[in-house]
């Protein structure tokens, strides 16, 4: 099963990944995760894509092609994998198509989350995460400005401070909204209504999905 999950900032695509690879019991591959990896590590990828993801930008088209095609090539992928947070511009998309095409795995659907702006803007300045454990959560959740799974600190993350997420929506409507065409055009789309509660979501992801379940 290769499922491309694509939405703005904000539509909850990590919640329901998370949630999906426990599902389908495939690897969940989120660009922005391993980018903040190779960030934390001090790697020389991690270096060079920094400022980007500081600003609210996007790192540069052919970095992020070769890290996810290293990361598909691994062989925890052969059952499938999960795509979050990529492709993110028309070029990604192509160079996706290619990919997938000489490495023999084929894209079953993208799943839109359909989300209202307002709604993104709440999710994003209301995120947080812990310092600790990495888990994401809300300030509508927090129980004394604790993480709720293990008690460590919760911090905002650099781009979800407010006037960068104003860029990195600006940034998602230019460059990643044409890539929900693209992919009406060349694969299945499973559209979602992303707007409505994490359970509500879920449930409509398993039965837009189940489908493709080959397991
Ligand atoms: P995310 O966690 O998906 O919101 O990603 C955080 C940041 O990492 C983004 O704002 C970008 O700067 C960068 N990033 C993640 N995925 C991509 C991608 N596919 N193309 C370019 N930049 C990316």
């Known amino acids: 099963m290769r499922i491309v ?69 691994r062989p925890d992928t052969r059952r499938g994998w999960l795509m979050d947070g990529f492709p993110r511009t028309l070029e990604q998309a192509e160079g996706l198509r290619i990919m997938t095409e000489r490495i023999e795995q084929r894209v079953d659907a993208g799943v839109i989350l359909n989300v ?34 293990c008690g460590g600190k919760l911090v905002l993350r650099p781009d979800d401070e407010p006037q960068v997420v104003r860029r990195r929506i600006e940034v998602f409507e230019q460059q990643t909204r044409p890539v929900f065409e693209y992919f009406r055009e060349h694969y299945d789309v499973v559209d979602i209504d992303a707007s409505k509660t994490v359970d509500q979501v879920t449930e409509a992801l398993r039965r837009g999905l189940d489908r493709y379940d080959h397991s």
């Open 5 to 73: 999950l694509l939405g703005a900032p904000g539509s909850g695509k990590g919640t329901q990944a998370a949630l999906l690879k426990e599902m389908y019991g495939i690897p969940h591959i989120a660009t922005g995760d391993i980018l903040r990896t190779e960030v934390a590590e001090g790697t020389e990828l991690g270096g060079k894509a920094e400022r980007y993801m500081n600003e609210g930008g996007l790192v540069p088209d052919d970095l992020i092609l070769e890290m996810v095609e290293a990361r598909v090539r």
């Open 116 to 149: 209202d702006p307002e709604v993104v803007v709440r999710r994003l300045s209301g995120r947080r995460v812990c310092e600790s454990c990495q888990a994401v959560t809300n300030v509508s959740e927090m129980r004394a400005g604790a993480c709720p799974l």
